[in-house]
């Protein structure tokens, strides 16, 4: 017989989320003192202190940080048994939360997004587009079934992930039709410093791997002539088509621009700005037939743009 219950592993990690008995039994629905008098028979029966009691603001021993990192493992996978029980009673019906990074979720996902609603409308789909770092922690946490991404993976993330190259993201240096090199298409390393750059800010994933680029091909990045920096994609391509200044967008972003060409793209000689997409999922989590049919949309996508 287990010396604890699911229910005292719940507890125990609603009081570690919380840091507060209080907000803990409202998260749980159930009275405070129940809640307490389950912290203290878990204690007694593992004969370990798993709560600071000492403060105002609860927070766990190092026993209790030990305690909860298994409980969470052990809590995780009783969630992923009663979501493979399930996945095989629905047969083709389930939840499928899928994750990107901004510009994916913004500019590439919705195809997949479409077609899959589509092809599979008795299936709940679900979206988080965040940060590369956001997205990638809540897919080792499970909270996301799979996702894509660019950037960086962050290296103490990648051992929970399953990761598989998707496609490449080429990044295009645009300007305004109405912009002084317009008629030139293809531009020296040098002409960078005559333009007014309009990017993301600088704490961006994206601008810090094309500053990165830029530097490997012996471009002083500090000297490029920035004049606005902002938050979005859609405000950076509205200020570039307005003459404002020259951006660099990934080409997902700009499709329809160039299909209205209300936008010119500027070529550097010796330089090709690209970057890898991955498709990423949890190691250690069921696979699901959602799962399985969104990868096959993902798959065919994958095939549409290398084509």
């Known amino acids: 017989m287990l010396p ?11 009081v570690a989320t919380e840091k507060s008995l209080t907000k803990a039994a409202e998260f749980l629905h159930i009275s405070q003192p129940s809640l307490s008098k389950q912290i203290k028979t878990l204690e007694k029966t593992l004969e370990i202190s798993l709560i600071n009691r000492e403060s105002k603001r609860i ?12 409980s969470e493992r052990i809590l995780a996978l009783c969630e992923e048994s009663c979501r493979a029980l399930i996945d095989l009673k629905n047969g083709e019906r389930g939840n499928l939360t899928v994750g990107a990074s901004q510009t994916i979720g913004i500019y590439l996902l919705p195809r997949v997004l ?22 990638a922690k809540n897919v080792s946490n499970r909270e996301i079934d799979l996702a894509v991404v660019g950037g960086e993976i962050p290296n103490d993330l990648r051992k929970n992930l399953t990761i598989e190259n998707f496609v490449e993201d080429e990044f295009s ?22 333009l007014n750059f309009i990017t993301l800010n600088s704490n961006s994933t994206i601008r810090k791997f094309i500053d990165n680029i830029l530097s490997q091909n012996q471009i002083e990045t500090k000297q490029l002539k920035i004049i606005m920096q902002l938050n ?12 404002l200044g020259a951006a660099f967008v990934s080409s997902s972003a700009i499709e329809k621009e160039i299909e209205l060409e209300t936008i ?13 997409l991955f498709i990423i999922s949890s190691s250690q989590c069921y696979k699901s037939k959602a799962f399985d049919f969104f990868h096959i949309e993902l798959s065919k996508l994958k095939n549409n743009l290398e084509n």
């Open 173 to 194: 240096l645009i300007i305004s039709k109405s912009h002084p090199f317009a008629t030139k298409k293809k531009i020296t390393k040098e002409d960078l410093y005559h």
């Open 264 to 276: 010119e793209i500027l070529t550097i000689e010796n330089i090709h700005i690209t970057r890898k």
């Open 114 to 135: 479409a077609l899959f609603a589509q092809n599979y409308p008795q299936i709940n789909l679900k979206v988080q587009v965040n940060s590369t770092r956001i997205i």
């Open 232 to 243: 979005s994609i859609e405000g950076i391509k509205t200020a570039v088509s307005l003459g």
């Open 4 to 14: 604890f219950t699911l229910q005292q592993l719940r507890i125990l990690k609603a």
């Open 59 to 70: 927070s766990l021993t190092e026993n209790g940080k030990i305690f909860l990192h298994y």
